[in-house]
């Protein structure tokens, strides 16, 4: 089980599929619906409730304690964390010739 806007909520969705186990993701009702599609694509039961990540992580955790599903938090966990810092990495082994990498920074 999972709570994501999008991103995460697609990753969990995809690493399920993978790996031929259920995903049940909480997304706020706001979500983006491409992103809130592609999570449904990717095979994920999603639920749409409350305004915020912060009230789809409290039913996520509800859920976990309810069923005794694995939650699998966006950003607050050194797994998470540690997987994307590997993405630089990544980037240099497939592009050893980048001299500079320039991004974003969202919720991980």
Known sequence: VAASAGNHAQG???AAATLG???T???PAGAPLPKVAATKGYGADV???G???D???ESAHRFAEETGATPIHPFDHR???AGQGTIALEILEQLPETAAIVTAVGGG
């Open 12 to 14: 969990v969705a995809l």
């Open 51 to 53: 305004a915020t990540v």
């Open 47 to 49: 639920i749409l409730g």
């Open 21 to 23: 186990i259920r995903a």
């Open 55 to 57: 009230d789809a992580l």
């Open 25 to 27: 993701v909480f997304m």
């Open 79 to 81: 797994d998470v964390v």
